[in-house]
């Protein structure tokens, strides 16, 4: 039987603003989880660590899958270097990335466009091909990468209440709005519909939006 461990994205801080805090988004999907593997009568070890120090031994896993997980990691060479030291020789590092043209990763640039700059990498870059091949050059004896078009979000609302319901559940949007003052508020919700009608497929007042991503296969050497 092989062995995966499947790698989520890491914590940033708690927001004082806006009340949200990565770590509860994270254990809620954790709590989920446990409930769907339980109903399914699956025996699986949920493990809560950090993706730029993972909690395991050299060559643990055969799989190691990254699902919009360690793209997120800020200070990805570290996050690259762990996912490959913890796949066993033969084994699979696999990844699925946003790329920065597709409607997430336009979102996603849109929300560091409005925050102070920080200093870490844009996630997008791990969905450009030549930096996942510089970031995955060490320790890997097969690369394979392809864009792909994400299974469509649909939402039964325009994109204005799309919009606000990003607002008040989506954390990343929550604490963007949270450090930005009225006038800027107006402007990034404004930018936001703008983004999403351009994206939207739909024509009955619903939004339904489609994400390029990149999806990465590394064979360990």
């Known amino acids: 039987m092989s062995r995966v461990v499947p790698v989520m994205s890491p914590s940033p801080p708690h927001d004082q603003a806006s009340g949200w805090s990565a770590s509860t988004s ?3 999907l954790l709590e989920e989880a446990r409930a769907r593997a339980a109903k399914e009568e699956l025996v699986v ?5 950090d993706a730029e120090q993972l909690p395991y031994p050299d060559a643990s896993f ?3 899958v990254s699902m919009l997980g360690a793209m997120y990691a800020p200070r990805p060479d570290r996050a690259a270097a762990e996912l490959i030291r913890v796949c066993r020789p033969g084994g699979r590092v696999i990844m699925v990335n946003w790329t920065s043209t597709g409607c997430m990763g336009q979102m996603i640039k849109l929300h560091e466009k409005f925050m102070p700059p ?3 990498p844009s996630s997008t870059l791990w969905g450009d091909e030549a930096t996942v091949r510089e970031r995955l050059r ?3 004896a097969e690369l394979l990468m392809a864009r792909r078009i994400y299974p469509s979000f649909k939402y039964p609302f325009n994109v204005p209440e ?4 990003q607002r008040q559940h989506l954390g990343a949007t929550m604490v963007v709005y949270a450090a930005l003052d009225g006038d800027k508020q107006t402007t990034f919700r404004r930018e936001l519909e703008q983004l999403y009608a351009a994206y939207n ?5 619903t939004t339904v939006l489609e994400a390029e991503y990149l999806e990465v296969t590394a064979i360990r050497a």
């Open 201 to 205: 497929r739909a024509t009955d007042g």
């Open 118 to 120: 920080t200093g870490i």
């Open 62 to 64: 055969d799989n190691v």
């Open 45 to 49: 070890q949920f493990d809560e660590g």
């Open 26 to 28: 994270r254990q809620n």
């Open 138 to 140: 060490d320790g890997v």
């Open 162 to 165: 799309f919009v606000e319901f």
